[in-house]
């Protein structure tokens, strides 16, 4: 009795509207900078992309400080 004229209900879309969660679920792939959907649909299994040599640095320098650090504080305790 209280429909808006004009507009769809809940559950009732028009033909060419797209599913809002999968524009959602595409806003946030690309703000996180993921990449599209293939063509079979499967976005949960995707592969990623490998790590590029800085960051590979990145992490082995991290690692050698968090064992360092773990070294000195067991010399201190010690």
């Given amino acids: 009795m209280n429909e808006?004229?004009?507009?769809?209900?809940?559950?009732?879309?028009?033909?060419?509207?797209?599913?809002?969660?999968?524009?959602?679920?595409?806003?946030?792939?690309?703000?996180?900078?993921?990449r599209a959907p293939t063509a079979t649909g499967s976005t949960a299994l995707q592969s990623r992309a490998g790590l590029t040599t800085a960051q590979m640095l990145l992490i082995a320098a991290i690692i050698g400080l968090l064992i360092g650090a773990g070294i000195a504080l067991l010399q201190l305790a010690g």
């Fill in 4 to 34: 808006p004229s004009g507009g769809t209900g809940p559950g009732r879309r028009t033909s060419g509207a797209a599913d809002p969660e999968i524009v959602l679920a595409q806003a946030l792939r690309a703000m996180a900078g993921g």
